[in-house]
Nanobody, 125 residues
Framework: QVQLVESGGGSVQAGGSLRLSCAASGSTYSTNCMGWFRQAPGKEPEGVAI???????YYADAVKGRFTISQGNAKNTVTLQMDSLEPEDTAMYYCAAHGVLYECYTKETYEYNYRGQGTQVTVSS
């Protein structure tokens, strides 16, 4: 089992920045990818970014060029640096992790086996 705890959410004006962190504990050696997804009220969840074993990354088109995902050396932390935030980025952000490598590429982040409780990000115009 893997436990994930997010931190770093908050409120910011459009154009500002926030940095989200996710601390993983438990059987972190079994994970092959970690990432973030978000869900706004009344909307479907949306994958945001993924970092895979080996360091390669994926970004949704909506955040490409504005968000940066990175992982600690011990695979027990993942951060999401969010710059040039827009009101459309307002959502609950969840950290997620998954163990089966090929499923890291075929499943959506919100379908991963493990997820945290989420942290709220609010961007005002």
């Amino acid at each position: 089992q893997v436990q994930l705890v997010e931190s770093g959410g908050g409120s910011v004006q459009a154009g500002g920045s926030l940095r989200l962190s996710c601390a993983a504990s438990g059987s972190t050696y079994s994970t092959n990818c970690m990432g973030w997804f978000r869900q706004a009220p009344g909307k479907e969840p949306e994958g945001v970014a993924i970092v895979y074993t080996g360091g390669s990354t994926y970004y949704a088109d909506a955040v490409k060029g504005r968000f940066t995902i990175s992982q600690g050396n011990a695979k027990n932390t993942v951060t999401l640096q969010m710059d040039s935030l827009e009101p459309e980025d307002t959502a609950m952000y969840y950290c997620a992790a998954h163990g089966v490598l090929y499923e890291c590429y075929t499943k959506e982040t919100y379908e991963y086996n493990y997820r945290g409780q989420g942290t709220q990000v609010t961007v005002s115009s």
